[in-house]
């Protein structure tokens, strides 16, 4: 138990720390310019409490956040159940608000990338991968603008960290790229839906902006709305020890961990925050985590470089550390995007790779490249959007 139990007061003094600073990056106040308050992203506590104080009956927060996260309804004007008045009422006070498309882009394998800016002309992406044989596919959320480590690898790491999302701009990615779907009102229980899995993995640290992506999980399992199952929940974190254990605890959402080295002095350089939460740290996290089971594996994302990471050898250090983990291995060949340090490994040394990890009996799936014909690298969107607008500006000083 002494190395792998629960972490103490250490641990809780760290939290609190981490959540200190993430505050500093606040997201600004959900309100429009003409002072309405945006309802999306409030938990069910939250919208009642502002209902109230607007006056409004305390079970008019069930009818809302039906006609918000069941049925898609942007628009006070659409809620049938709420008598016209009411519906006036709080279109006078209150906005069901989107963040707006500023950019988006459909790969010939019909991946979609959105570049979403939100009221303060902040933006940040968000992906749509859909299964090419089935109707479902897997939403790509980001969590924050920009990103305060700075993996190697990462072009979302070579910008600096903007500020957190807030819970109704995390959520609402998923609820744009619904829209643009048309996927209203939200299916129930097993009916296949074409956006059916969300995965934590766009631009940012989840684990860095913990409260705010915690909101925005919840109000996607919720029964009553959006209704996701935690299992179609992937939270992915490039390994912040202390808020492991918190997620683990208070969501039970699937997790991910960019491992992508098995030792110290290489994880060190590609995803700096090893120095901090060393790999083994980061290994009896898992270890802990209360929702991994063989049912719901922890996947490792281990990226793909050629000559830095992918030897056989590693494969095999790789399997002895994971080793008792109900976990399988999610090999991504490396995306390289302007100016970037690496190139992907060849085919056949993932191959070789993939086929050590898959006969220790992890699963090992190849992550097949998708939207290659996009900016597909996690936050090339977003700089070029940056880049394109600094040009105007430019062109418009003279
Ligand atoms: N910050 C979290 C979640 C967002 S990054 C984390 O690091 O886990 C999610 C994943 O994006 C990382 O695991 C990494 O594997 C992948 N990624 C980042 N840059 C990439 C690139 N250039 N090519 C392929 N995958 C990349
Ligand atoms: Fe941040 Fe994840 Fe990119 Fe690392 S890989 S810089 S943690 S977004």
């Known amino acids: 138990m002494a190395d792998t139990g629960a972490p103490a007061d250490l641990d809780e003094a760290e939290r609190a720390r981490i959540l200190a600073k993430t505050a500093r990056f606040a997201p600004p106040p959900a309100v429009t310019a003409d002072g309405r308050r945006e309802l999306v992203g409030l938990s069910r506590e939250e919208l009642k409490a502002v209902l109230v104080e607007a006056g409004m009956e305390p079970f008019r927060a069930k009818q809302v956040w039906h006609w918000i996260y069941y049925q898609g309804a942007t628009d006070f004007a659409r809620m049938s159940t709420i008598a016209k008045p009411t519906q006036a009422k709080l ?10 498309v ?25 992906v749509y991968i859909p299964d090419k ?43 744009a790229a619904r829209d643009a779907y048309g996927e209203w009102p939200s299916p129930k229980g097993e009916t296949p839906r074409l956006l059916s899995t969300v995965v934590m993995m766009g631009m940012g640290e989840p684990l860095y902006n913990y409260e705010n992506v915690a909101k925005a999980i919840r109000i996607a399992m919720d029964g009553e709305g959006i209704g996701l199952s935690r299992r179609r929940i992937t939270l992915s974190t490039s390994g912040v020890v202390p808020m492991m254990d918190r997620c683990g605890a208070d969501l039970a959402v699937n997790l991910a961990v960019s491992l992508h080295a098995v030792r110290d002095d290489l994880r060190d350089e590609l995803v700096p925050l090893n120095r901090k939460y060393p790999i083994r740290e980061v290994l009896d996290a ?23 990471n992918d030897s056989p050898a590693e494969a095999h250090e790789l399997i002895r550390l994971i080793a008792g983990i109900p976990a399988k291995v999610n090999l991504i060949p490396f995306n390289p995007w302007p100016g970037s340090p690496f190139e992907t490994s060849t085919p056949a040394a993932i191959d070789r790779f993939a086929e050590i990890v898959n006969d220790a009996g992890f699963s090992s799936p190849v992550r097949t490249p998708r939207g290659r014909d996009i900016l597909a690298a996690c936050g090339q969107l977003r700089t070029e959007s940056q880049r394109q607008r600094a040009g105007t500006d430019a062109g418009e000083k003279g």
Not at 91 to 100: K, M
Not at 110 to 124: C, P, S, Y
């Open 91 to 100: 279109a006078e006070r209150f906005v069901i608000g989107r963040p707006e």
């Open 102 to 126: 500023a950019a988006v882009q459909t790969s010939t394998d019909e991946t979609r990338k959105w570049l979403f800016r939100f009221r303060d002309g902040q933006e940040a992406e968000t």
């Open 133 to 175: 044989w089935e109707d479902r596919g897997a939403v790509c959320m980001s969590s924050q603008v920009g990103c305060t480590l700075a993996c190697r690898f990462c072009h979302t790491g070579t910008q600096v960290l903007a500020r957190n999302l807030g819970a109704a701009e995390i959520v609402g990615q998923f609820m």
């Open 286 to 308: 898992c270890r802990r985590y209360p929702a991994a089971s063989n049912a719901r594996r922890i996947t490792f994302e281990y990226i793909m470089l050629k000559g830095v």
